[in-house]
């Protein structure tokens, strides 16, 4: 199976910063891989599709990088309402595994 | 627009069972696969299974597989997990979400609310 190794597990930034979340896969997964936003109550909500699709309505702030085994999702002026935990997942093959979920808390 | 609703959640006793429905609506049902995902208390997103958009292949996650089925009813457009040898561990909001290909997986744009599976003596 592939494993996804998400990192950090937590982070605390500012209104306006910058925010980097990276995933690594176990081995190589093409670009098959999603990033999710998810809030308490919610469902997941998709973010970024094929490593760097930005999803329809999805604000432009997020972009997602990378392929083969090395992702990265930034969030380049954070806002209040980004305060969420974010999860990557790779569809390359089954099990469709997610990485453990990064929170990010705004100060 | 797309719309997927679970439903069936509830208490339920170790080694109980529980079988849940997502109701499916605004799109070609039998064209997408589908997948069931899983939160437990405190814990991070967990994919459980997925179905091809025939119902002909079946995907499970090590930790239910040979306890929890999937299936589809194309006729009816739902979704459906039987679950059965229930442990404290299933206790989780049960997501059903439709995958963008008829195969797994592309990626899961539309997520239904969820449904509480609460697993206890």
């Known amino acids: 199976d592939i494993q996804m190794t998400q990192s950090p597990s937590s982070l605390s930034a500012s209104v306006g910063d910058r925010v980097t979340i990276t995933c690594r896969a176990s081995e190589s997964i093409s670009s098959y891989l999603s990033w999710f936003q998810h809030k308490p109550g919610n469902a997941p909500k998709l973010l970024i599709y094929a490593a760097s699709s930005l999803q329809s309505g999805v604000p432009s702030r997020f972009s997602g990088s990378g392929s083969g085994t090395d992702f990265t999702l930034t969030v380049t002026s954070l806002q209040p309402e980004d305060s969420a935990t974010y999860y990557c997942q790779q569809t390359y093959s089954t099990p469709l595994i997610f990485g453990g979920g990064t929170k990010v808390e705004i100060k | 627009e797309v719309q997927l609703v679970e439903s069936g959640g509830g208490w339920v006793q170790p080694g109980g069972s529980l079988r849940l429905s997502c109701a499916a609506s605004?799109?070609?049902?039998?064209?997408?696969?589908m997948s069931w995902v899983r939160q437990a208390p405190g814990k991070g997103l967990e994919w459980v299974s997925a179905?091809?958009?025939?119902?002909?292949?079946?995907y499970y996650a090590d930790s239910v597989k040979g306890r929890f089925t999937i299936s589809r009813d194309n006729s009816k457009n739902t979704l459906s997990l039987q679950m059965d040898s229930l442990r404290g561990e299933d206790t989780a909001i049960y997501f059903c979400?439709?995958?963008?290909?008829?195969?797994?997986?592309?990626?899961?744009?539309?997520w239904g609310p969820g449904t509480l599976v609460t697993v206890s003596s």
């Open positions: 605004g799109f070609m049902f039998s064209s997408y696969a």
């Open positions: 179905i091809t958009g025939g119902g002909g292949s079946t």
């Open positions: 979400a439709k995958d963008e290909h008829t195969i797994p997986a592309e990626y899961f744009q539309h």
